[in-house]
């Protein structure tokens, strides 16, 4: 099988093994929707408070959340299964690949559904052209936390301790996700150009797929 097969055979698995156990929608979904209502509540429906904020939450819970899917996608891949794909042969570096694409898929399902219930929730006030900005700068971020959770992921297989070194692996690195998305808005909202922050999450997203890639061999030969 070429490269390319090989990852989409790694995401796929992933996605059918995620419609079965349904964690992604059926638990991180609702406790990020629960996590909007404690806000408003917070503040004392103050509403032009929280029309101020909603995008600000949206970006947080996103990065809070996503990071959880993307590392729940790294903890469902067991030693075991390591084992079997590699000796059927497949490329460490279409593994990584296979798991960022299912990783992003489901995080972008993810945020998609939080979008939604924080507009109706929120109503926040938008900027002119948010649209374009927010759909490029979400499906970047999205790739971004894929990557960083699947190369985290990678760092910490078979280690004891492996959800909660992930988790100090990934909050950091994602400053550079979490700058480029939320100030992509504030740009617009300035009448100023969003394309120094896209940059940086194109940037960002660009050095952790090579470095996952490139990292991707030495670290199954490390885990074995």
Same mark, same amino acid.
């Given at each position: 099988?070429?490269?390319?097969?090989?990852?989409?055979?790694?995401?796929?698995?992933?996605?059918?093994?995620?419609?079965?156990?349904?964690?992604?929608?059926?638990?991180?979904?609702?406790?990020?929707?629960?996590?909007?209502?404690?806000?408003?509540?917070?503040?004392?429906?103050?509403?032009?408070?929280?029309?101020?904020?909603?995008?600000?939450?949206?970006? /947080?819970?996103? =990065?809070?959340?996503?990071?959880? %899917?993307? !590392?729940?996608?790294? +903890?469902?891949? @067991? #030693? *075991?299964?390591?084992?079997?794909?590699?000796?059927?042969?497949?490329?460490?570096?279409?593994?990584?690949?296979?798991?960022?694409?299912?990783?992003?898929?489901?995080?972008?399902?993810?945020?998609?559904?939080?979008?939604?219930?924080?507009?109706?929730?929120?109503?926040?006030?938008?900027?002119?052209?948010?649209?374009?900005?927010?759909?490029?700068?979400?499906?970047?971020?999205?790739?971004?936390?894929?990557?960083?959770?699947?190369?985290?992921?990678?760092?910490?297989?078979?280690?004891?301790?492996?959800?909660?070194? /992930?988790?100090? =692996?990934?909050?950091?690195?994602? %400053?550079? !996700?979490?700058?480029? +998305?939320?100030? @992509? #808005? *504030?740009?617009?909202?300035?009448?100023?150009?969003?394309?120094?922050?896209?940059?940086?999450?194109?940037?960002?997203?660009?050095?952790?797929?090579?470095?996952?890639?490139?990292?991707?061999?030495?670290?199954?030969?490390?885990?074995?």
């Amino acid at each position: 099988m070429s490269f390319w097969a090989q990852a989409w055979e790694v995401a796929r698995t992933d996605i059918r093994i995620e419609s079965r156990a349904g964690e992604v929608f059926k638990v991180v979904t609702p406790f990020a929707v629960v996590a909007l209502l404690v806000f408003p509540i917070a503040l004392g429906f103050q509403l032009s408070v929280v029309r101020e904020i909603g995008i600000g939450v949206f970006w /947080a819970l996103s =990065i809070l959340f996503g990071m959880q %899917i993307a !590392l729940r996608q790294s +903890a469902a891949d @067991s #030693l *075991e299964r390591r084992d079997v794909q590699a000796l059927l042969g497949v490329d460490p570096a279409a593994r990584f690949t296979g798991r960022v694409m299912s990783a992003t898929l489901l995080t972008l399902g993810f945020m998609g559904v939080l979008l939604v219930a924080m507009t109706l929730l929120y109503a926040p006030s938008l900027p002119d052209g948010w649209a374009v900005g927010l759909i490029v700068t979400s499906a970047l971020m999205a790739v971004g936390l894929a990557e960083l959770g699947t190369l985290a992921g990678e760092l910490t297989a078979g280690l004891r301790n492996r959800a909660n070194l /992930a988790s100090l =692996i990934v909050a950091p690195l994602a %400053i550079p !996700l979490v700058m480029g +998305a939320s100030q @992509s #808005l *504030e740009a617009l909202a300035r009448d100023e150009s969003i394309l120094p922050w896209v940059l940086l999450l194109a940037a960002s997203a660009l050095a952790l797929a090579v470095g996952g890639v490139a990292l991707a061999r030495p670290l199954e030969e490390a885990a074995q």
